[in-house]
């Protein structure tokens, strides 16, 4: 029963059933769904907090981490209200993240849970593909209108795609359609299931396409950046490399027009850089306990108000955490995808011997989604949303289905001194690194 709840917590958070049926609007069929799935799953939850549990996960732990920092600026201010709204945000993602974790154990769950996912997704875009071409009339969905300057000077009035509830943003849109691309491609090319691969065979050139669609810049560098890194995974840096030298350039020229345009000197990228350079101004002010999580006015998103004039976030992930939540903040986001991608990489070598072939074969495939998903963290704000910790949900399932089936296999990770430690190196490292490049570029 937890699992089957579970799934109808993710069609509804993907599908968003009240927004595309009238009739349902003004019901928290989610909330209700979650909350259900929670109560029955209680005792998987409790065993997953165990603190001989806890003890190897540390992306648990990171997130955990983040949700005990949230509160903290609006608290130091005063701001009760503020503290206990964006605590509540966010303890509906921590929820998202915990259920997964305690519900996913089996590779045979793992597996529905993907599929699911794949075919809720396909859904939603398929919906969003036929509102933009006028097929279908859905009031919920309508494409974002945009402008593209020409190379004289011109301005031409474009169109981008993008759907409702998660997928309402072009750019977030493309994010995680690119780093749901090579699930497509495991169970296309790897999977042994007709059926399976009959129904991922339309799926990826329809989240082609819709990535196409959304003209999205950063979500182009992701949606490249993850077929690269299931190159490199599955074959090698050296065939990698020449794959990239054939496949780029036809790349550029299938998806040729404004995400394409990639300079930091006009347009929206520079104005990205611009708004780096401003939030780490912002993150210099409050280095310790950052400013407090920057979110929407609840009634502003439930009547989807486009009136209301509201302050560009700083289009990068890890640099928001470090301006919202401080030093500590930022370091454990930094942390919680370091540790999400280096546990994945670390099954790839030769000495990890896993009885079950399904783990093994999906290995790659997880690691370049997840690497796909944290490059369009460069260039989104995108840190408060379930289907971040989504991803690291999926890697910290794997490495616990992968550890109890290894016949050999590197030790589990653990939140230790050392580990906390590269924690803030990487974090260090991150900000000193979007520093060079403003002090360059802006």
């Known amino acids: 029963m937890a699992f089957v709840l579970f799934i109808l917590v993710n069609a509804a958070m993907f599908i968003r ?44 732990l990171c997130v955990f981490g983040l949700a005990a920092l949230v509160p903290i600026p609006f608290l130091l201010s005063g701001d009760l209200g503020e503290a206990w709204r964006t605590c509540f945000h966010f303890a509906k993602v921590v929820v998202y993240y915990v259920l997964f974790i305690s519900v996913v154990t089996t590779p045979a769950r793992l597996r529905v849970v993907l599929v699911c996912i794949l075919t809720f997704s396909g859904i939603v875009t398929l919906l969003a593909i036929l ?70 065979l339309p799926l990826v050139p329809l989240f082609a396409y819709a990535v196409y669609l959304t003209q999205s810049r950063g979500g182009f560098i992701a949606f490249a950046g993850g077929l690269g890194v299931l190159m490199w995974m599955r074959f090698g840096w050296r065939k990698a490399a020449v794959a ?45 306990f950052g400013k407090g999580m920057s979110l929407p006015k609840e009634e502003d998103v439930k009547n989807r108000r486009t009136d209301v004039e509201r302050p560009h976030l ?33 099954f790839n070598s030769q000495d990890a011997m896993l009885l079950q072939l399904d783990l093994k074969t999906q290995q790659p495939y997880f690691f370049a989604v997840i690497g796909a998903y944290a490059i369009g963290m460069l260039s989104l704000s995108i840190g408060y949303i379930v289907p971040t910790y989504l991803m690291l949900a999926l890697s910290a399932s794997y490495t616990q289905m992968a550890q109890r089936a290894a016949l050999a296999a590197p030790p589990p990770l653990r939140l230790d001194l050392p580990l906390l430690g590269r924690f803030v190196a990487a974090g260090f490292c991150m900000l000193f690194c979007i520093y060079i490049f403003v002090r360059i570029f802006a």
């Not at 928001?320 to 670390?346: E, I, K, N, P």
Request: hydrophobic fraction near 45%.
């Open 131 to 200: 509102r933009y071409h006028d097929v279908i009339q859905l009031n919920t969905i309508e494409s974002l209108k945009d402008s593209v300057s020409g190379r004289w000077g011109e301005t031409t009035a474009i169109q981008r795609l993008q759907g409702t509830g998660i997928f309402q943003d072009p750019n977030e849109l493309c994010v995680l359609l690119s780093a749901l691309l090579p699930l497509c491609l495991y169970f296309l090319i790897t999977d042994r299931n007709v059926f399976l691969k009959a129904l991922c």
């Open 314 to 346: 700083a289009h990068n992930t890890f640099l928001q955490s470090f301006a919202d939540m401080g030093l500590m903040g930022g370091c454990l986001m930094v942390g919680a995808f370091l540790t999400a991608l280096w546990s994945l990489y670390r």
């Open 17 to 60: 059933p009240a927004e595309i049926v009238p009739a349902l609007l003004g019901w928290e069929i989610y909330f209700y769904v979650i909350l259900a799935c929670l109560i029955v799953s209680a005792p998987d939850v409790l065993k997953q907090l165990t603190s001989q549990s806890l003890e190897k996960q540390p992306i648990t």
């Open 244 to 288: 990239g030298a054939i496949g780029l350039p036809l790349l550029l020229m299938l998806f040729a027009g404004r995400q394409t345009d990639i300079s930091t000197s006009t347009g929206t990228a520079r104005t990205r850089v611009e708004l780096w350079r401003d939030w780490f101004m912002v993150f210099r002010e409050n280095p310790l």
